[in-house]
């Protein structure tokens, strides 16, 4: 049973249009969120997280939304860039499994010139 | 400037030879972690540590173990590997529990099991 869920495995967007990530999540426990971004032949990187008690936050083109009821969170890039073409991961975390994350799968996105 | 390094970066071996991944990191953080990622699967945990001497199983933990001697290293054995753990492995550290759970990944280790 997938506990955090990416449903989109690939996203294509203009450059400098709004790119947006969805991820999906089952674990109620999960109080903080967090996404990733991963190079080829790279080690993902940490990008922009989320606590439970909040429901948006935001780092320069980077926003992150919370839906707590929905159980569902959503990365917002704006204006997308052609660097930002790379693998997102989403990933949950909780106080009842301190430090330890659990991963979706990951969405490709392209962001073509 | 800290970092968390693997070795090496790139390992072929045979089916049911014993192999050693190296991780080490400079954060000093008390949490390490191992993971592998395989086409359409993102990243599983193998095992994780949350200081020396301790060691935990993760979801995808058969046929793996790692041990904590020191506070800079977590090596992953394969005991005896086989063609179904041909992967990349990531190894990643964070700051202990009240932190915010942002983990730091090393850059990977392609292995392929012949």
């Known amino acids: 049973d997938q506990q955090v869920k990416q449903n989109s495995p690939s996203l294509s967007v203009q450059e400098g249009r709004i790119s947006i990530l969805n991820c999906d999540y089952t674990?109620?426990?999960?109080?903080?969120f967090l996404w990733y971004k991963k190079y080829p032949a790279e080690g993902p990187t940490f990008l922009i997280s989320?606590?439970?008690?909040?429901d948006k936050n935001e780092d320069g083109r980077f926003t992150v939304f919370l839906n707590k009821s929905a159980k569902h969170l959503s990365l917002h890039i704006v204006p997308s860039q052609p660097g930002d073409s790379a693998v997102y991961f989403c990933a949950a975390s909780g106080r009842t499994n301190a430090g330890k994350s659990t991963f979706g799968d990951g969405t490709t996105l392209t962001v073509k010139p | 400037d800290a970092e968390i390094t693997q070795s090496p970066r790139h390992k072929i071996t045979e089916t049911g030879r014993q192999v050693t991944l190296a991780c080490h990191q400079t954060?000093?953080?008390?949490?390490m972690f191992w993971y592998r990622q395989d086409l359409g699967h993102g990243l599983r945990l193998i095992h994780y540590?949350?200081?020396?001497?301790?060691?935990n199983k993760g979801e995808v933990s058969d046929g793996y173990s790692v041990s904590r001697s020191n506070t800079e290293d977590l090596p992953l054995t394969l005991e005896s590997a086989a063609s179904s753990q041909t992967s990349v492995y990531f190894c990643?550290?964070?700051?202990?529990?009240?932190?915010?759970?942002?983990?730091?990944f090393g850059p990977g280790t392609r292995l392929t099991v012949t």
């Open positions: 989320i606590s439970s008690i909040k």
């Open positions: 674990n109620s426990m999960f109080d903080y």
């Open positions: 954060w000093n953080h008390n949490n």
């Open positions: 540590s949350y200081g020396v001497q301790d060691t």
């Open positions: 990643a550290s964070s700051e202990g529990t009240g932190g915010t759970y942002e983990q730091y």
